[in-house]
Antibody, heavy 123, light 110 residues
Framework: EVQLVQSGAEVKKPGESLKISCKGSGYSFTTYWIGWVRQMPGKGLEWMGIIYPGDSDTRYSPSFQGQVTISADKSISTAYLQWSNLKASDTAMYYC????????????????WGQGTLVTVSS | QSVLTQPPSASGTPGQRVTISCSGSTSNIGRNTVNWYQQLPGTAPKLLIHSSNQRPSGVPDRFSGSKSGTSASLAISGLQSEDETDYYCATWDDSLFGWVFGGGTKLTVL
């Protein structure tokens, strides 16, 4: 079974740093891009960026460029999302998802998704 | 402001058929297939429709998708109470080199 398992909920103070993880299993981790998606409380889904664990090629949404860092350690099939200076506005649920490329008549899709990591930033 | 435009809400009575629209542009829906996600409260989004009109294994055939030009739609027939939740459209944007989402539609079963 293809699965993405994310690290647990975090409570941090403004200005602190944080790194959350997303561990893949049941498939070849190095041959699929992994994307990160933010969902603020009561709001919709926002794409943050994507990484190819095979060579760590990373692309960011303009909205998140410079605000977060996406990385991966292919030796342990894990992708990461990190902040160096958290703000209260970073309070949100963060999801990772496997990016499946188009093949034949099937198009790209994000599937499956991790269970989400809730990040709360409060003084 | 989401790149893809969905109605914020939709409603129907049990057994009825409802549709949810998703409007984009030539750089996203116009060039790529559309996915639909169902998000139950407190859970991660679940792939409902991919490749504009394909149902993953396990998704009831009450759910169907279509795409035309720069728009797509999700149809739910034989509406059931458990369908009451949030639905999101998503597609790849070639200009952004990234995923774009609709703002989500909250479906109410009256």
């Amino acid at each position: 079974e293809v699965q993405l398992v994310q690290s647990g909920a975090e409570v941090k103070k403004p200005g602190e740093s944080l790194k959350i993880s997303c561990k893949g299993s049941g498939y070849s981790f190095t041959t699929y891009w992994i994307g990160w998606v933010r969902q603020m409380p009561g709001k919709g889904l926002e794409w943050m960026g994507i990484i190819y664990p095979g060579d760590s090629d990373t692309r960011y949404s303009p909205s998140f460029q410079g605000q977060v860092t996406i990385s991966a350690d292919k030796s342990i099939s894990t992708a990461y999302l990190q902040w160096s200076n958290l703000k209260a506005s970073d309070t949100a649920m963060y999801y990772c998802a496997r990016h499946v490329s188009s093949s034949g008549s099937y198009g790209r899709r994000l599937d499956p998704w991790g269970q989400g990591t809730l990040v709360t930033v409060s003084s | 402001q989401s790149v893809l435009t969905q109605p914020p809400s939709a409603s129907g009575t049990p057994g009825q058929r409802v549709t949810i629209s998703c409007s984009g542009s030539t750089s996203n829906i116009g060039r790529n297939t559309v996915n639909w996600y169902q998000q139950l409260p407190g859970t991660a989004p679940k792939l409902l429709i991919h490749s504009s009109n394909q149902r993953p294994s396990g998704v009831p055939d009450r759910f169907s998708g279509s795409k035309s030009g720069t728009s797509a739609s999700l149809a739910i027939s034989g509406l059931q109470s458990e369908d009451e939740t949030d639905y999101y459209c998503a597609t790849w944007d070639d200009s952004l080199f990234g995923w774009v989402f609709g703002g989500g539609t909250k479906l109410t079963v009256l």
